[in-house]
């Protein structure tokens, strides 16, 4: 339980973090490449085994490819949302950020026979009316984009279903064992060479300059990133189903980011946001409850 309160905090900590980007004139690139190396600093040194970076231990873990994987998805799915963002706006990017949910519990349920009753698949269809509702501004959305706008959101809902996949099938194979943290640092560290590649490049042909506004964000960013992705693994090990638990991150953080933006930013919710907010705790109350029916007397 403390995991996933703890998992929704940091989550919940990286979307305004994206949000105050903007307003502080960071360059996101350069904020996601220190994040990414605070991450593997970060999680090198919490490592019990106090390990270099890329050992040779490292190096032949049965997991390493799965990470470099992991690390590319990291990178370019990161630097994808904020380029939707730009381009297709911010409601249409979260929205098909949470959407993904529904290809990770597809995976979840027919390749790893979860179980998936009645009361689940209601809870899922009430987050999903709640992720609709509650990304519509001013009570009426837009969701008739087409063309590239289109092309480039079901590249940010592949690319973060492909994540959560990855780390649930590396989970439940039982391929990184106890190493959550290992992998997850070194996953982390996979997508630093590969920004600092691409930030080398960008420096030779266009004179890009990491600056000290681009540090403090990328720091800022990092250590709930890293805790975000650690958390997940935990909670897996510990026994939780992905068909449960996905739906039930994604849509506590949502909730938890309106109320953020209502109280922090100001924002103003129209009647379908509120009705999206009743959704989706309703959603979390049956989903939690589907995983365990004694969570009124012992917390699930």
């Known amino acids: 339980m403390l995991e996933f309160l703890w998992c929704i905090v940091v989550t919940t900590w990286i979307g305004i973090g994206f949000k105050l980007f903007t307003r502080f004139k960071v360059n996101t690139f350069n904020a996601i490449v220190i994040n990414y190396t605070i991450c593997l600093i970060l999680g090198t040194l919490l490592n019990p085994e ?9 190096l032949s873990a049965p997991w390493f490819l799965f990470d470099v994987l992991l690390g590319f998805l990291f ?64 009570g009426q959305g837009s969701f008739s984009l087409a063309g590239r706008p289109a092309l480039l ?64 964000a990328g720091v800022m960013l990092g250590i709930p990133n890293f805790f975000s992705i650690y958390l997940l693994l935990r909670m897996l090990n510990q026994g939780w189903d992905g068909s449960v638990m996905y739906p039930l991150v994604n849509v506590s ?40 029916p004694e969570m009124w007397k012992t917390g699930f």
């Open 153 to 216: 959101l079901l590249t940010v809902l592949v690319f973060s279903a492909a994540i959560e996949i990855l780390l649930f099938y590396v989970e439940k194979s039982g391929i990184v064992g106890q190493q959550q943290m290992a992998f997850t640092t070194h996953g982390f560290g996979c997508a630093a060479i590969v920004g600092w590649l691409a930030t080398g490049w960008l420096w030779l042909r266009k004179g890009n300059r990491i600056t000290i506004r681009d540090t403090i």
């Open 75 to 138: 990178i370019t799915g990161f630097n994808l949302t904020a380029f939707s963002i730009q381009r297709a706006g911010i409601t249409m990017t979260t929205l098909i950020q949470r959407m993904s949910l529904i290809l990770t519990v597809s995976f979840t349920v027919l390749l790893f026979h979860e179980p998936f009753g009645w009361l689940q698949a209601i809870g899922l269809l009430l987050a999903l009316m709640a992720i609709v509702a509650i990304n519509q501004k001013g």
């Open 50 to 58: 106090k390990e270099l970076p890329f050992s040779s231990s490292i």
């Open 253 to 292: 953080v949502l909730l938890l980011s309106t109320f953020v933006a209502v109280i922090a930013f100001r924002e103003k919710l129209s009647r379908i946001n509120w009705i999206g907010i009743a959704l989706a705790s309703a959603a979390i109350l049956m989903i939690a409850y589907a995983h365990n």
